[in-house]
């Protein structure tokens, strides 16, 4: 079946550092989505892309969607500790009539100050 | 307008009995996702439901179920508690049904004894 994989799983950087996490998916999206969530919390909405080869900056995020529509992938620029959290992506599914949401297991991201 | 509530927040059960979870969507949303988050597994998708009907169902046993009512809350239920039901079960709301945005709730802790 389809299948969002996400790597790393874990990460752990230095503040000031970049890091990226990419998803990719075994068969083509429709769209791709991106949360975030703190420790302790609830996965929050960060993104959807949506057209082939879309990049998309929210202030130090970057996220890119291949052009090929099976990957994806979140770049911070200049890590702070305030991005510490795991970062999802997930994709839809085609399931019968419907579609739901496949999601990636998720990367953890931890920031040393 | 306020956001997704899950009752009861909290919620410690001992083995072989059931539980039901509660989840308000955000006013004008007619899907609710549910989901059971444990660490490592990420997102475990549970089952959506759109306007009172099941969507889609994810892989889990008979013993989770949920249901939805006319004004979109949510409930689910595990009946048969079993040790390895101790999880994050997270509730997440959009307005269309698929691969929306999703807004989650809190969450509602669940251990089982």
């Known amino acids: 079946g389809q299948q969002v994989m996400q790597i790393p799983q874990y990460q752990h950087v230095q503040e000031g550092e970049d890091f990226t996490t990419y998803c990719n998916s075994s068969?083509?999206?429709?769209?791709i989505q991106w949360y975030k969530q703190r420790p302790g919390g609830h996965p929050v909405f960060l993104i959807q892309l949506v057209k082939s080869g879309e990049v998309k900056k929210q202030k130090r995020l970057t996220f890119q969607f291949g052009e090929a529509k099976k990957n994806s992938s979140l770049h911070i620029t200049a890590t702070q500790t305030t991005d510490v959290g795991t970062y999802f992506c997930?994709?839809?599914?085609?399931?019968?009539?419907?579609?739901?949401?496949?999601w990636g297991l998720g990367t953890s991201l931890g920031v040393n100050p | 307008k306020a956001g997704v509530t899950q009752t009861p927040r909290y919620l410690i059960k001992t083995r072989g009995q059931q539980v039901t979870l509660s989840c308000s969507p955000i006013?004008?949303?007619?899907?609710v996702s549910w989901y059971q988050q444990t660490p490592g597994q990420g997102l475990q998708f549970l089952f959506e439901?759109?306007?009172?009907?099941?969507?889609n169902k994810g892989n889990f046993p008979g013993r989770f179920s949920g249901r939805q009512f006319s004004n979109s809350r949510s409930e689910m239920n595990v009946s048969t508690l079993e040790l390895g039901d101790s999880a994050l079960y997270l509730c997440a709301s959009s307005y269309l049904a698929g691969n929306n945005e999703q807004f989650f709730g809190p969450g509602t802790r669940l251990t089982v004894l």
């Open positions: 439901y759109f306007s009172e009907t099941q969507r």
């Open positions: 006013s004008g949303h007619r899907s």
């Open positions: 997930a994709g839809p599914r085609n399931a019968g009539n419907n579609r739901k949401l496949i």
């Open positions: 068969t083509t999206l429709s769209n």
